[in-house]
């Protein structure tokens, strides 16, 4: 994981929404972004996910109805987030859940393109 650098998005808030599972993440800049927890848990920063090297990455399916149980945050650079699925390996630096929200849209679709190519299901 990359470090902080003088141009790294700084955390302003961090509120978890249970009911609707998201997690809301604003930043100094104004950027606020409502992150779906299967989204998240989708794109874990986590080995189990991304795998150890380029093509290794795991596709995650059956993860639609996932929620958050806990979040912890690691030193003033990421947060630990906690899955009701067991999964809590990776860290989510404020970095890349900026990108996360930034590129929500482009990453859901890609997401849900891989599903569709593999015959895989959120459910």
Do not use: C
């Not at 998005?9 to 950027?31: C, N």
């Not at 995650?60 to 979040?71: D, E, F, N, P, S």
């Not at 404020?94 to 990108?99: G, K, P, Q, T, V």
Request: charged share 20%; net charge negative.
């Amino acid at each position: 994981m990359a470090g902080l650098t003088p141009d790294s998005p700084q955390v302003q808030e961090v509120t978890l929404h249970a009911v609707s599972r998201t997690l809301e993440i604003s930043y100094e800049d104004g950027a606020r972004f409502q992150l779906p927890a299967e989204y998240l848990r989708v794109y874990s920063p986590s080995a189990e996910v991304r795998g150890h090297g380029v093509g290794q990455e795991v596709l995650q399916t059956g993860k639609r109805h996932v929620g958050i149980t806990a979040l912890e945050p690691v030193g003033h650079y990421a947060l630990k987030i906690t899955f009701d699925d067991g999964h809590d390996s990776g860290l989510y630096s404020w970095s890349y859940l900026y990108e996360l929200g930034t590129q929500q849209t482009a990453y859901w679709q890609d997401y849900l393109n891989r599903l569709a190519a593999a015959g895989a299901s959120r459910e």
